[in-house]
Nanobody
């Protein structure tokens, strides 16, 4: 069964850190770009970060640039999102999604049809 599973969400205080994981099963991530999206209550889903398959090129939304880091470990079929200096406005359900043979350069400027989606993990930033 082909699926993506996110993990690592939870409750954290402002200024804290979390590391989200996105693990593939039923397929290998070698040729897939992985994007992280988030959706806050009452808001539309937005792209957060993307990592390409070919050269590991990355893209970040301005709201997370300098605080979040995306990385991948193809041997483990896993992509990570390290989130530092978390703010209450980072509170959302975070989803990962995979697209084959995609380069992330336009990830934040157009709606990209992804091949597979995870079910999401909740991140709550609150004191």
């Amino acid at each position: 069964q082909v699926q993506l599973v996110e993990s690592g969400g939870g409750l954290v205080q402002p200024g804290g850190s979390l590391r989200l994981s996105c693990t593939a099963s039923g397929f290998t991530l070698d040729y897939y770009a992985i994007g992280w999206f988030r959706q806050a209550p009452g808001k539309e889903r937005e792209g957060v970060s993307c990592i390409s398959s070919s050269d590991g090129g990355t893209v970040y939304a301005d709201s997370v640039k300098g605080r979040f880091t995306i990385s991948r470990d193809n041997a483990k079929d896993t992509v990570y999102l390290r989130m530092n200096s978390l703010k209450p406005e980072d509170t959302a359900v975070y989803y990962c999604a995979a697209k084959r043979y995609y380069y992330c350069s336009d990830y934040l400027t157009r709606v990209v049809s992804m091949d597979y989606w995870g079910k999401g993990t909740l991140v709550t930033v609150s004191s």
